[in-house]
């Protein structure tokens, strides 16, 4: 290819977790931003649910998921993480689980391709992962 420049090299153990670190405050702020955001759109919906969790991956963890052989070729940096903010929304009736998926379909960009409905195996259960900038009002 013409221009195209040397192959970043992956990213050391210790720069991931340097910038995990550097930018925890980052991401334990979006967390509380989209918690409450979420919170509010079932709301507004009058969905019931229980709670709405959020977590900031530890770096142990973040470092035993970079370092997984299986997944070394996937990782190269930080951002391709799929998972170092998250939240879980807990609902109490089975019957709203669709009904919370919309929501969070219509309020962002899913990426499809790292998602799974673990309903078939464990009842009530999806994982998304937002793949652009939210639209939070």
Sequence with gaps: ??????????????????????????????CKELSAHIEKCLRDEQIVFQ??????KSAAKVE????ALHKASRYERLEDLTDIAALRIVTYYEDKVDAIKSILERE???DWE?????????????????TAPCRIA
């Design 1 to 30: 290819m013409i221009g195209a420049g040397p192959k970043e090299q992956r990213a050391s153990i210790e720069q991931v977790l340097s910038e995990l670190e550097a930018r925890r405050p980052i991401f334990e702020s979006l």
């Design 51 to 56: 709670v709405v969790q959020s977590r900031v």
């Design 64 to 67: 035993a998921k970079y370092m």
């Design 108 to 110: 962002f960009q899913i």
């Design 114 to 130: 790292n998602c799974h409905d673990k309903r078939p195996r464990q009842s009530r259960v999806i994982h998304l992962l937002r």
